[in-house]
């Protein structure tokens, strides 16, 4: 295995991947990057099991094929102290990587590839491609809503579905559920796949580029996603995704609220000042063409907050927590939004005015 490579293209491509190396006692190989040369092209790989990044180099000077594992920490660290204009040159000789650079040369421990836990063997069932631009805004406007460390492991990730002509992509905690929706093509294999939190949290890093259509692999137990030179592969959950369903409104009609997005997130700022720290619930009363938002904490401290509304139906009372409420208006951008009531009175659907790609329910705080 040989190669000559301008550091400044090894330095950018090591720093895509290099996020995925962590100290691993029980499990060195971890600590260590998988290099391949195959067909002109040089596959850098990192992995923490959960989660696989590669990234791909056209070689452009002579070379020699071969595969072999060395300290991706130590590589990095190499690159970063030579000039960027500099030429690395890497040869495998005798289980050990000659390494030169500007006048320094190394010699760093390798380990086999083949002990590398790759997931060269991926078989999927379904495929589509995607603007990277518009997954990005889908993962935006749900992500927060994805459990955190919570006993029903499946709630700790997102779902995404193909059915029928919709690509879904569905966060909830089980307190607060946020969908969003694009129309895709019917001849797209139907699936139903959950990736874990830190999954999703990678996968956006990678979507900030310039808008660009990418390919995505759906497995039965890993999600393959093509991103330029980069292969970003994760780790399905395994589990039954709750029925989500069941909790949107079947009919809407005409019974919401129509509410001015900046005036409603102004007055929940207003009363979350005063929240209390653990609960964070607020009162929201609405009567009379008038929204009332009333808090109060642990210390007996309160606090009210009103503003005129366009509402001349039944007076509602309601309790919520003020940061659901918030995080939705921060991912919301137009100028309006629309609130739903459930019929049974236990949660809110809230819309985007002139927008159903995107909806979110929040349950309500028992009074």
Not at 51 to 65: G, N, P, R
């Amino acid at each position: 295995m040989k190669l000559i490579i301008k550091n400044n293209t090894l330095i950018k491509n090591l720093q895509k991947i290099n996020r995925l190396l962590v100290k691993n006692i029980s499990f060195p190989i971890l600590e260590n990057i998988l290099i391949t040369i195959k067909n002109g092209i040089l596959s850098l790989t990192a992995t923490n099991l959960e989660i696989e990044l590669i990234s791909t180099i056209q070689l452009s000077k002579k070379h020699i094929s071969g595969t072999t594992t060395i300290s991706g920490r130590k590589l990095l660290d190499i690159c970063r102290n030579s000039l960027d204009s500099s030429d690395i040159k890497m040869q495998l000789n005798k289980n050990k990587m000659h390494i030169t650079s500007d006048n320094s040369n190394y010699i760093l421990t390798t380990l086999p590839s083949d002990n590398f836990p790759s997931h060269h063997d991926f078989h999927h069932v379904s495929e589509f491609f995607i603007s990277s631009n518009v997954l990005k805004k889908m993962i935006e406007k749900t992500h927060f809503s994805m459990g955190k460390q919570d006993v029903r492991y499946y709630l700790n990730g997102m779902l995404l579905e193909k059915i029928d002509k919709s690509f879904n992509v569905v966060a909830t905690d089980g307190y607060r559920l946020g969908i969003s929706k694009i129309p895709l093509k019917e001849n797209i294999v139907p699936f139903s796949i959950i990736v874990p939190r830190k999954g999703i949290i990678e996968l956006y890093r990678l979507l900030h580029i310039e808008t660009q259509l990418i390919r995505i692999l759906v497995g039965k137990n890993n999600i393959r996603v093509y991103i330029a030179d980069l292969i970003f592969t994760a780790q399905l959950i395994e589990g039954q995704y709750p029925d989500y369903k069941s909790v949107l409104l079947k009919t809407k009609k005409n019974h919401f609220i129509t509410f001015d997005r900046k005036s409603l997130k102004q007055s929940l700022l207003r009363a979350a000042i005063l929240s209390h720290e653990k609960f964070c619930g607020v009162e929201i009363h609405i009567r009379n063409g008038q929204f009332k938002v009333l808090s109060d904490n642990q210390e007996e401290e309160t606090v009210e907050d009103t503003f005129p509304i366009n509402y001349s139906g039944n007076a509602i009372e309601i309790s919520i927590n003020v940061h659901y409420m918030l995080e939705i208006l921060n991912t919301i951008t137009n100028e309006n939004i629309l609130l739903f009531l459930n019929n049974s009175k236990n949660s809110i659907q809230i819309e985007a005015e002139n927008d159903a790609s995107t909806l979110y329910v929040v349950m309500l705080l028992k009074r």
